[in-house]
C-alpha cells in the first residue's frame, strides 16, 4: 500500500433520493400533554403538505383511552386537503380500527407491534405472534380494499422493559409480517438507544435472511442523540425511506423514557447537505413547525429549529 492510500477517503455509495415519512400529527402529538383541536391538527396537516412531503400519518384509530390526544382523527381526515400522489397513512391496531379508517377515505394504515413481548403487551395488550394473528384480518382485509399497508416493528434495537434485542428477534418478526403480505416495514428505536452498529447489525440480519431493501423504512427517536448518526448507517445500507417528525416532537406513552422522533428538519438538512433529493422545502417544514410550537406553547426539541430560531437547543 502506497503511504496516501492508508489515508484515502474512501466516500460511500448513498442513494440520490430518499422518502421522507412524517409522523408528526400521529406520533409527535400522541405523546404531549396538551390535546390539540382538530382544526389545528387539520392546519398542522395542511402546512406539511405544502412543504412536499410525499408520505404525512394524519392520526390514529386506536382506544381513546390509550391516546385520547387523537380520538378525534376522524375529523381531521374529513377536513385535511389531499394533495395528489401523497400518502396520508393512519396507525391501525385492529379491525375496529381498520373499520374507522376506511370511513375516513384512508388509503394506507399502518399496524403496530413490537420486537419483544413485554413492550407489545403494555402498549397494544397482546404479545408479538397474538398481535400477529390479530392483524391477519386487518391485513388481508385491507389488500382487499386495495390499501397499502405499512407494519412498523417497535423496540428493533431495545426495550424499556426487556433491554437489548438481537438482531434475530427482528428478523423473526418482519418474517412473520412479510407472510402477511405488508408493503413497508418500518423498524422502529422507540427510545433512542441504537447507534449505528446495531443499524449494521439488525439490516445485515435481515438481508441475509432475504428481506429486500426497498421493504424496510427507519424510524428513529433521538433520546441519546443518536438519530442523525443511524441515519447515516441507515443509508450506507441502501435505506431509502425514514420517519420523522416535524420540530422533533413525539414518543409513545408506553415507552417511559423516549423523547421525540427525529426532528424532520434535521433530517432534511443532512440529507440536503449529502444532496440526496427528498422533493421537501425545508423552510415550509420550519413553518409548520413554528405554527405547532406555538399552538402547543412550547417550543418542539428539534436542533435546526432552534438555531434558525435563533435559540440554543
Ligand atoms: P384492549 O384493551 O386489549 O382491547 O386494547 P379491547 O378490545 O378490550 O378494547 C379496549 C377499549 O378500547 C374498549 O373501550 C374498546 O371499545 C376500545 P371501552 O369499552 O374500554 O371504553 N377500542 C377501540 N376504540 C377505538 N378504536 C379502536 C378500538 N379498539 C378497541 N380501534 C388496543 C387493545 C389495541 C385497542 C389498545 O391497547 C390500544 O388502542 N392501543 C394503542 C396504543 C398506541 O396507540 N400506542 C402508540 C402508537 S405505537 C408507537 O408510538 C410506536 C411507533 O411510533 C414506532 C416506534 O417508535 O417504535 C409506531
Ligand atoms: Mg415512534
Not at 4 to 29: F, K
Not at 121 to 150: H, Q, T, Y
Not at 264 to 277: A, C, F, P, V
Request: aromatic fraction near 6%; proline fraction near 6%; include cysteine.
Amino acid at each position: 500500500m502506497q503511504p496516501w492510500e492508508e489515508h484515502a477517503i474512501r466516500r460511500p455509495v448513498l442513494p440520490d433520493r430518499v422518502t421522507v415519512y412524517e409522523v408528526g400529527p400521529r406520533d409527535g402529538l400522541q405523546n404531549e400533554p396538551e390535546t390539540l383541536s382538530a382544526a389545528v391538527r387539520v392546519e398542522f396537516v395542511d402546512r406539511l403538505t405544502d412543504a412536499g412531503l410525499p408520505a404525512i400519518e394524519v392520526g390514529s384509530f386506536v382506544s381513546a383511552r390509550a391516546i385520547p390526544q387523537l380520538s378525534d382523527t376522524e375529523q381531521v381526515y374529513r377536513r385535511i386537503r389531499r394533495a395528489s400522489g401523497v400518502r396520508y397513512p393512519a396507525l391501525v391496531p385492529n379491525v375496529r380500527g381498520l373499520e374507522r379508517a376506511l370511513v375516513s377515505g384512508v388509503a394506507e394504515i399502518a399496524v403496530f407491534t413490537a420486537a419483544t413481548e413485554t413492550f407489545n403487551r403494555r402498549n397494544i395488550n397482546a404479545g408479538v405472534d397474538e398481535s400477529i394473528e390479530r392483524f391477519r384480518p386487518v391485513v388481508a382485509r385491507a389488500r382487499a380494499e386495495k390499501l397499502r399497508v405499512r407494519a412498523y416493528v417497535s423496540t428493533a434495537f431495545g426495550c424499556p422493559y426487556e433491554g437489548p434485542v438481537s438482531p434475530d428477534a427482528v428478523r423473526e418478526v418482519v418474517h412473520k409480517l412479510l407472510d402477511l403480505q405488508v408493503d413497508e416495514i418500518s423498524l422502529g428505536d422507540t427510545i433512542g438507544v441504537a447507534t449505528p452498529a446495531n443499524v449494521f447489525d439488525v439490516i445485515e440480519t435481515l438481508y441475509e435472511s432475504g428481506v429486500t431493501r426497498g421493504v424496510l423504512a427507519l424510524h428513529f427517536h433521538d433520546t441519546r442523540g443518536t438519530a442523525l448518526a443511524n441515519v447515516y448507517a441507515g443509508l450506507e445500507c441502501g435505506i431509502t425511506t425514514f420517519d420523522s417528525s416535524a420540530g422533533g416532537l413525539g414518543g409513545c406513552p408506553f415507552a417511559p423514557g423516549a423523547a421525540g422522533n427525529l426532528a424532520t428538519e434535521d433530517l432534511l438538512y443532512l440529507l440536503q447537505g449529502l444532496r440526496i433529493e427528498t422533493g421537501v422545502s425545508l423552510p415550509r417544514v420550519v413553518s409548520a413547525s413554528r405554527f405547532l410550537s406555538e399552538a402547543l406553547g412550547h417550543r418542539p426539541p428539534g436542533r435546526y429549529l432552534a438555531a434558525v430560531s435563533g435559540e440554543s437547543a
